[in-house]
């Protein structure tokens, strides 16, 4: 069974810093560009992250720009967004995709196979 898995939410104040987790069963990660997104209350979700299969492109929207790194260990199946620095406005859900291209991620993904996602709330 195919299953992407996100985990590493939490509670922090503003400022503080996560590390959010992306691991993949059922198929190798390794062969897939991986994006992260962002749901805040009431928003629409939206592209935060992504990157390339080969790390050769790597997408960030504006507002994570030096505060938010994307990263994959292809040889533990799992992919991460690093988090620091973080603000009240990055609350919400944060969710990962997995897709042939890049391109097919973000900013905005062609598909839309949404699991569970991992809770961020940031305190001012």
């Known amino acids: 069974q195919v299953q992407l898995v996100e985990s590493g939410g939490g509670l922090v104040q503003t400022g503080g810093s996560l590390r959010l987790s992306c691991a993949a069963s059922g198929f190798s990660l390794n062969r897939y560009a991986i994006g992260w997104f962002h749901e805040a209350p009431g928003k629409e979700r939206e592209g935060v992250s992504c990157v390339s299969r080969t790390n050769d492109t790597i997408y960030y929207v504006d507002s994570v720009k030096g505060r938010f790194t994307i990263s994959r260990d292809d040889a533990k199946n799992t992919a991460y967004l690093q988090m620091n620095n973080l603000k009240p406005e990055d609350s919400g859900l944060y969710f990962c995709?997995?897709?042939?291209?890049?391109?097919?991620?973000?900013?905005?993904?062609?598909?839309?196979?949404w699991g569970q996602g991992t809770q961020v709330t940031v305190s001012s």
């Open positions: 995709l997995a897709d042939s291209t890049i391109e097919r991620l973000c900013p905005k993904p062609a598909y839309n196979w």
